[in-house]
Structure formats: C-alpha cells, structure tokens
C-alpha cells in the first residue's frame, strides 16, 4: 500500500531553519506530483508549495522566498526546506501524494495520499 512518511520536524528557534523529508513507498515516486501542506490548531489546512513529476516546483504566495520544495526521485523522497522560520510557523506539517488527474494544485482534494505529518515549533 502507499505510505509517506514524513520526518525532520523539530523545535527551532524564530529565524532558524528545518528541512522536512517525505519518503514515499508503494506508487511510482517518478509519475506523481507532490505536494506540503499544514495545520495550526484551530485552523484549515494550508497549502505550502508543489513539485511536479519533472521537478519544476512551486511555492504559495504566503511562503514565497523562505520555503523551496525540491524532490529527488532516486530516493522517493520530497523535500521542504524552511528558512527564516516564524512563530506563526508553527504546525503539523503534511506531504501529499496528488491525484493525476488533479488540475487545482492548491486543494487538499487534489491529493490522494497523505503523510501522518511531523509536528515543527518555531519559539520567539
């Protein structure tokens, strides 16, 4: 069965950086489009960048210029690299497998496949 798990979350301090991994099993890593998203207590489930299947990656405007989605297919494994991390930060973060046929890229229901997410704290 299809399983992604995701790891690299963590305690950082405000300013700080973390790299998350998500390492897929059971689907062709090569053929699908990925994507990261999260959650803060209290509030809906945030998209945070995608990559497709050639590599060619996108970020949301929120996070546009501190968080970068890359990919390498050899290890089945996505990245989120996190740089100049802010409290508000704060949230279980997810990777997701989408839908091939998905055409909004932005939307947790173009996804199909999800991570059990990893907790990351940013302090002030």
């Known amino acids: 069965q299809v399983q992604l798990v995701e790891s690299g979350g963590g305690l950082v301090q405000a300013g700080g950086s973390l790299r998350l991994s998500c390492v897929a099993s059971?689907?062709?890593?090569?053929?699908?489009?990925m994507g990261w998203f999260r959650q803060a207590p209290g509030k809906e489930r945030e998209f945070l960048g995608s990559?497709?299947?050639?590599?060619?990656?996108y970020a949301a405007d929120s996070v546009q210029g501190r968080f970068t989605v890359s990919r390498d297919n050899a290890k089945n494994t996505v990245y989120l690299q996190m740089n100049s991390l802010k409290p508000e930060d704060t949230a279980v973060y997810s990777c997701?497998?989408?839908?091939?046929?998905?055409?909004?890229?932005?939307?947790?229901?173009?996804?199909?496949?999800w991570g059990q997410g990893t907790q990351v704290t940013v302090s002030s």
């Open positions: 997701a497998a989408r839908r091939p046929s998905a055409v909004v890229i932005g939307s947790p229901s173009s996804y199909n496949y």
């Open positions: 990559i497709n299947r050639k590599g060619s990656a």
């Open positions: 059971g689907l062709t890593f090569s053929d699908i489009a």
